[in-house]
């Protein structure tokens, strides 16, 4: 069992930067694949990044390739989302999920979050 616990969301202008941590509880934290996710009004969960666990490989959806950074820290049982050149578009409630592999469906991820909320201002 995992659980997780977002933190980092906020209020931000257009071009500006913010990160996200996710804290999660149990001893095997190590051995699970780490998404990020987000879900706008009126819209579809959508896959933002994923990492494996040793941090060895990512991925990123193509809206956020080159601007936002997933990282993990496994001695500190957190995984982090660096979003720099932020956009009104990047307005979501952002979730971490825990998961068996780098996947980008929801479906395949096992353990998530409650999210939480960016805003970015135009």
């Known amino acids: 069992q995992v659980q997780l616990v977002e933190s980092g969301g906020g209020l931000v202008q257009a071009g500006g930067s913010l990160r996200l941590s996710c804290a999660a509880s149990g001893r095997t934290f190590s051995s699970y694949a780490m998404g990020w996710f987000r879900q706008a009004p009126g819209k579809e969960r959508e896959f933002v990044a994923a990492?494996?666990?040793?941090?060895?490989?990512?991925n990123y959806a193509n809206s956020v390739k080159g601007r936002f950074t997933i990282s993990r820290d496994n001695a500190k049982n957190t995984v982090y989302l660096q979003m720099n050149s932020l956009r009104p578009e990047d307005t979501a409630v952002y979730y971490c999920a825990a998961g068996p592999y780098v996947f980008i469906l929801a479906s395949s991820y096992d353990y998530w979050g409650q999210g939480t909320q960016v805003t970015v201002s135009s």
């Open positions: 990492i494996s666990w040793s941090g060895g490989s990512t």
